[in-house]
């Protein structure tokens, strides 16, 4: 969970040369291991995104990955602190500050549900949904600008080879004076370095046991 407009690395992906749209979805990237798609969202200017594209290990692994929310400092683009309100069952409850270059410090505090059933292809499918819950965790902060909306999800789905299909949704109002043409590009462009980075950690041993 992480809200994708702390990332303002700018570069643009390559142009589809026609709108492909997708039960209400836009594509508007493709990679060889990606496929982002975006949706207005009624009464606002920024767009909800939507990525999808596998993960070389199970499910259950990139589970731990984005569970492990005290090391999101070392491998999440600019979180720069996280701390554990509380948990209990299947909620929890955690804080975040990123610290991204030019618009300066964000902090949100989020409540994630985990939902866990029999996925389509055999094995086990897990859903992290997570909502702004900014009344549970720290006041405000002198100097740090705070998120009021932030909403989305992660599917993880097991594959008949043993690995993730991972599908990604966020929508998040960065705050601030921010034009919605930037934050939207912010958004999309982030996603790719999300996905790489969860790739990345979730090769590292202990998330194998």
């Not at 643009?12 to 291991?33: F, I, K, N």
């Not at 993960?55 to 259950?60: G, K, N, R």
């Not at 599908?167 to 034009?179: E, K, L, M, N, R």
Request: aromatic content about 8%; glycine content about 6%.
């Amino acid at each position: 969970l992480f809200c994708l407009g702390a990332a303002f690395t700018l570069t643009v992906p390559m142009p589809l040369h026609a709108a492909e749209v997708v039960d209400g979805w836009t594509v508007v990237a493709r990679s060889s291991d990606l496929t982002t798609y975006s949706r207005p969202r009624p009464g606002s200017s920024l767009l909800e995104y939507k990525a999808v594209g596998p993960i070389d290990a199970p499910p259950i692994v990139v589970k731990r990955v984005i569970d492990d929310t005290t090391e999101y400092s070392k491998f999440m683009p600019y979180v720069v602190q996280t701390k554990t309100i509380s948990s209990a069952g299947d909620t929890r409850v955690t804080y975040h500050r990123l610290s991204p270059p030019i618009v300066g410090d964000r902090d949100y505090t989020v409540r994630v549900r985990c939902e866990t059933k029999p996925g389509a292809a055999g094995g086990t499918s897990y859903t992290n949904r997570w909502e702004a819950a900014n009344d549970l965790g720290p006041a405000e902060a002198k100097g740090v600008t705070r998120v009021k909306v932030t909403e989305g999800s992660w599917l993880l789905e097991p594959t008949p080879d043993g690995k993730t299909r991972a599908t990604y949704t966020v929508y998040c109002d960065f705050a601030g004076s921010i034009p919605s043409m930037i934050l939207n590009r912010a958004n999309r462009t982030a996603i790719p370095k999300l996905f790489e980075a969860v790739r990345k950690q979730a090769k590292q041993e202990k998330y194998q046991r």
